[in-house]
């Protein structure tokens, strides 16, 4: 079996348009869980894990090990259930290091309580740029690729890459950078790292909504098509070009609507906020501020 190729099996969620992947070793069974989904009702503040529920049983049916519960970065448009799935499956959660600062960001804005840890430790293991791990014998690397967030990191897999929102499916395009902390330049050159791995990797995405004249949702792509076909970074494009673009682009674009939620929950790798005196968790929302 091969030590370079991993079986990814893809779910995914149309409510957030979000795909999560389990990245199998075949030869251990060893596993890692990408981007998972907990699902949420915005209007009645309700929570269930019918999406995580889903990879769970896949995960049973195939008797597979779960090493690792990692999040790209801290999503925005959907509500993590990084920890959910760790209570009923094991495994580390892990995010990139630089966590730390959407913390001191987003615990700022959404000014959250005085324990709130701004020191990532609410999450098992914090990657480091260019770290080196294994998902069974497959050796993977996490590469720091930030611009969307700061904290937007890409997961190698053997001949795999996971993107998170970095990149789109090529008629799609990249990732916005109007959120706190996010930059079109460091985004730019956070694509060039993605770019400069061998054209054949297979690079999986973590969301897809279907550009103009597709019928079809995708999530899987290669580093060659997006050189070629990237309708904003395609080769040839430069910087300046880029960020002009991705600039004026975000302009016209309305907030996520789960940035809300998501982010409070996801900044504490998918728990919720503790309760207050009455012994209910709650969301806060803040007017005017975003």
Same mark, same amino acid.
């Given at each position: 079996?091969?030590?370079?190729k ?9 409510a957030t348009?979000?795909?999560?992947h /389990?990245? /199998?070793?075949p ?8 981007? @998972?989904?907990?699902d949420y009702?915005?209007?009645s503040? #309700? @929570?269930? @894990? ?5 990879l ?8 597979? *090990?779960?090493?690792?519960i990692i999040?790209t ?5 959907h509500l993590?259930?990084a920890h ?6 094991? *495994?580390?959660?892990?995010? *990139?290091?630089? /966590?730390?600062?959407?913390q ?7 000014n959250?309580e005085?324990a ?7 999450f ?8 080196v791990?294994?998902?069974g ?6 590469v720091?690729t ?19 929102? @970095? ?22 050159h956070s694509?060039?790292?993605i770019f ?5 990797? #297979? ?11 597709r ?6 792509t290669?580093?060659? $098509?997006?050189? #070629?076909?990237?309708i ?6 430069? $910087?300046a070009?880029?960020v ?5 682009r ?6 996520? #609507? ?9 900044m504490?790798?998918g728990?919720?906020?503790?309760? $207050?005196?009455n012994?209910?968790?709650? /969301?806060k929302?803040?007017?005017?501020a975003l």
């Amino acid at each position: 079996m091969s030590k370079t190729k991993p079986i990814v099996r893809s779910f995914f969620d149309e409510a957030t348009n979000n795909i999560s992947h /389990i990245v /199998i070793d075949p030869a251990t069974k060893n596993c890692a869980i990408i981007d @998972t989904v907990l699902d949420y009702d915005a209007a009645s503040g #309700r @929570t269930n @894990t019918r999406s995580a529920d889903q990879l769970i049983a896949d995960v049973k049916a195939q008797g597979l *090990g779960v090493q690792w519960i990692i999040d790209t970065h801290v999503h925005a448009d959907h509500l993590s259930a990084a920890h959910y799935i760790k209570s009923q499956l094991g *495994g580390q959660v892990g995010i *990139g290091e630089h /966590i730390t600062k959407i913390q001191e960001i987003f615990g700022k804005l959404f000014n959250a309580e005085a324990a709130f840890r701004v020191d990532g430790s609410q999450f098992d293991h914090l990657f480091k740029d260019n770290e080196v791990y294994q998902v069974g014998e497959i050796t993977a690397r996490a590469v720091h690729t930030p611009g969307h967030t700061p904290a937007c990191m890409t997961h190698i897999i053997g001949d795999a890459a996971f993107v998170g929102d @970095t990149l789109f499916m090529p008629d799609f395009g990249t990732a916005r950078c109007d959120f706190p902390g996010g930059d079109a330049h460091i985004l730019y050159h956070s694509i060039q790292k993605i770019f400069a791995l061998p054209e054949a990797t #297979r690079i999986f995405l973590n969301h897809d909504y279907k550009a103009n004249g597709r019928d079809v949702f995708k999530w899987e792509t290669t580093v060659g $098509e997006q050189k #070629r076909e990237n309708i904003h970074v395609h080769e040839g494009i430069s $910087e300046a070009e880029f960020v002009k673009m991705r600039t004026e682009r975000d302009k016209t674009l309305s907030m996520p #609507r789960l940035i809300v939620p998501s982010v409070q929950i996801n900044m504490r790798a998918g728990e919720m906020p503790p309760a $207050e005196d009455n012994g209910i968790q709650y /969301i806060k929302v803040p007017i005017n501020a975003l």
